[in-house]
């Protein structure tokens, strides 16, 4: 018997930084809020930054507010990001254009970009070059992370744009530490499930790692479980078979459990299982039945995310 349900979910463990093997990450608890038109105490935004290796030296940056409005970083060459690609390559292509892309948990990020799913559009890129009086101190290139178009532009109803957009799962990094090339991650959660942000067109980061070996791939687990809560539809068919329905990140872990009662506790009914991306950091669609119950007519289902 299996099946799984809703599920909330939970935290994050402290604004710390620790060392796992040779991967250190960067915890963040609560997590960080940015958004397009995120009201902010500056005019006409604000920046957050991402030092990985913690030398207190900025590596990537990102401008968010009402000046946007949308989402945008900045860096130094030759610092580079992962993007996806505004268009689908072709023999012969020699200039790449492109912004910042989404990769699923679990997206194996070196100088190749490893998945189990095709990752042929998205490439490491050096943004475009950042000239701009107001910005060119964050960085001398930059790239957009996501965005809301203006409506005098395209009309009604405004609409958010890039690959981040309504998603959760992690931007890829490269960049210098002193002469050594290193590679990280920034997890984030932008799903629609947080009311405030338009379109999905901001939420959460969550935190980041990077590899501290130098050239060496990094696999881009979970930082910690998001507090986005998620919902589950569950549907009593006959002969005992129950329905399940939900929106799952891929790449994460979840654990099914259910009970006949709610004065009865829940019990667990299958082991913990990973969801696999169709395509970058969409997500999954899961379907799932449950069979056996012909004995309860109706029963209380829930999916808890554990990492």
Known sequence: MILRLVALVLFTAGSLSMCLAEVQVTKLDPPFSIGAFQETDDDPFSIYSIDFDLDCQSDFRFSYGAGGPGVACYFNYPNQIVALRSAPSYPGQTNVYGSMGALPLGTIIGSNLVSSVDLTNYTWHPGTTND?????????????????????????????VGDPVAKEGVMGFQFLSGTNIHYGYVHFDFRTNINQWYMGA????????YETEPNKAIVAEPISVPPTPFGISAFALENGVFDLHWKATPGAIFQIEGTPSLSQSFTNFASEFRTFPTSGADQVIVDLSVYGMTNNAKYFWRVKRLH
């Not at 960085?139 to 409506?151: A, E």
């Not at 901001?202 to 790692?209: H, L, M, S, T």
């Open 132 to 160: 701009y009086d107001l910005t060119v101190v964050y960085g001398d290139h930059q790239t957009s992370v996501f965005g809301v178009i203006d409506p005098a532009t395209i009309g009604l109803p405004p609409i958010a």
């Open 202 to 209: 901001g939420g959460y980061i969550v935190g980041w790692a």
